[in-house]
């Protein structure tokens, strides 16, 4: 078969996200992703996964319309117990909605501070506002990085350690190392690590995993050009899945 270069952004937030921009609608996101070029992305809110179907929908509708292939794979950013954050991708959005069910306990009961953390809007795949989340999304989960793991890998997914160049919030940073127990094969690197040549000083880790790159956009202008690919057999959820995981 042969290998197509699959040009990528995988994560994402959209206006469900708080410190996102009220502008990264459904339709816009999609929009951008094609103006720029790209085969595949994950909208990757914090802590939720409600704002991934309206997306998926928008990219299906655009390809009916104007016949642009856009994958998006649901996906979800979630801050662990240890303020580890890792993006969750999965191959469809059925598993994905089992997954959050399952993670759904481990969720904050805190309730946002729109003052604080801004809006958290909900939007249907038309664009059009179905109202706001009240659960505060930026307070971190209870579940444990290895029980993540577990439940990503459960239901097919891909556990992707995210931005682990940063200070904050990263693997490296909150638990000193990636843990060799545990079969990672794609951690992400942000644009600023690679630049800085993480790759080159942490050749043990580019040995041993995938290094992607994305773009962590709050703002469409973010958004990732036509820079970063993956090599697959095919442009479906299911290969990119299957490579990531
Ligand atoms: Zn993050
Ligand atoms: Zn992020």
């Known amino acids: 078969m042969q290998k197509q270069h699959i040009y990528y952004d995988l994560h994402i937030h959209s206006a469900l996200s708080p410190c996102a921009a009220s502008d990264m609608t459904p339709n816009d996101i999609v929009g951008m992703a094609v103006l720029n070029g790209l085969d595949l992305i994950a909208v990757t809110d914090h802590n939720t996964l409600l704002g991934t179907p309206a997306v998926v929908k928008a990219a299906e509708a655009m390809q009916k319309q104007h016949g642009n292939k856009l994958i998006v794979l649901p996906g979800i950013e979630v801050s662990t117990v240890e303020e580890v954050h890792i993006l969750c991708l999965f191959r469809n959005l059925e598993t994905a909605l089992v997954f959050e069910n399952e993670l759904s306990p481990f969720f ?35 579940i444990s990085f290895d029980d993540l793991y577990f439940l990503t890998h459960k239901h097919n997914g891909a556990f992707i350690p995210a931005h682990i160049d940063r200070a904050s919030f990263s693997v490296i940073s909150n638990l000193g190392f990636i843990p060799p127990h545990l079969k990672i094969n794609t ?59």
């Open 187 to 245: 951690v992400e690197v942000s644009p600023n690590g690679i630049e800085h040549g993480f790759k080159e000083t942490n050749k043990e880790i580019a040995a041993k995993s995938n290094i992607i790159t994305s773009s962590d956009a709050h703002q469409l202008w973010a958004i990732s050009e036509r820079e970063n690919y993956i090599v697959l057999p095919e442009l479906t959820a299911e290969a990119a899945i299957d490579f990531l995981r």
């Open 108 to 142: 904050s009961k805190l309730s946002n501070r729109i003052d604080i953390f801004g809006n958290q809007v909900i939007y249907d795949e038309k664009d059009c506002v179905l109202g706001e989340m009240e659960r505060m999304l930026i307070a971190p989960t209870s």
